[in-house]
């Protein structure tokens, strides 16, 4: 009964029941979103997770590559450097050929120019002797004959002091045999296999061809020098050769071709 005297309605219990059926059906529904936040949540702390662990690798994988990057640009400059000085060192080392070659060349002019000049003085004394000279003219030619004797002399011995220069700058330039080992003038050959990693290479001509062992071979494309090679090992139709350091301008690729780089004189 209410207040007032009034009664309830007599379908109370239905509305009551009513009620409580909705307040479970909230209450329900309520656990279970919170059931599905907390699996949310779980889910997104797991992908957080893999995600650090997946930036933390990516970070320690470029620190690594940076470190190899490092380690990689060292020895580039390393390598660059002993580049550099072994070109260097060729270079001065052709300078003085090349100014030992011009000295011979104007000493043998020299002593040709010399050996001309005596064969003429002794030609003329030999006419005035036979013509009846005077002693003073005869002292005057003999005196023009002896310096000239002295300059044939010095010439002589200036080629030959030249001639040890050169001898010694060819044992610098090929320190296991004292002279370059010649090979066939009409020597040709292709590249057939080329290693840039170990700096060597297989070539098409071997003992049929006349290669040996030490010989030095040009290595060109399109008429321009890509590098200069020793023969390490020689077979019946092939042979192995090093690339010599500081003559490496370019990659060899397969296919270049080689001539002698010190040929035999054609007969």
Request: hydrophobic residues 40%; positive net charge.
């Given at each position: ?27 329900t529904i309520g656990g ?27 970070e320690a994988e470029v ?31 052709l300078a003085i050929a ?170």
């Amino acid at each position: 009964m209410l207040p007032g005297g009034m009664n309830l309605p007599n379908n109370t219990p239905l509305i009551r029941i009513s009620l409580i059926v909705t307040i479970l059906s909230c209450l329900t529904i309520g656990g279970l979103n919170i059931v599905k936040v907390r699996e949310k949540v779980r889910n997104l702390q797991a992908s957080l997770r893999e995600q650090t662990a997946g930036r933390q690798k990516a970070e320690a994988e470029v620190s690594d590559l940076k470190r190899e990057m490092d380690r990689a640009l060292a020895a580039l400059k390393e390598a660059k450097a002993t580049v550099e000085t072994s070109k260097e060192d060729r270079n001065q080392a052709l300078a003085i050929a090349a100014a030992q070659t011009k000295l011979a060349e104007q000493l043998r002019r020299d002593l040709a120019d010399t050996r001309k000049r005596l064969a003429a003085t002794g030609a003329e004394l030999e006419r005035y002797t036979l013509a009846g000279m005077v002693p003073e003219q005869i002292i005057s030619a003999a005196t023009q004959l002896k310096e000239l004797q002295h300059s044939l002399a010095a010439a002589r011995n200036k080629n030959d002091i030249l001639r040890k220069a050169n001898e010694d700058l060819t044992e610098v330039l090929h320190p296991t045999s004292g002279q370059p080992v010649r090979l066939p003038a009409g020597l040709q050959g292709t590249v057939l296999v080329s290693d840039p990693k170990w700096h060597f290479v297989v070539l098409s001509a071997g003992e049929t061809e006349g290669v040996l062992e030490r010989g030095e071979l040009l290595v060109n494309r399109a008429g321009k020098l890509v590098a200069k090679v020793v023969v390490t090992s020689v077979q019946k139709d092939r042979c192995i050769a090093n690339v010599v350091p500081g003559w490496g301008f370019a990659e060899i690729v397969e296919g270049d071709h080689i001539i002698p780089a010190h040929p035999q004189p054609r007969s």
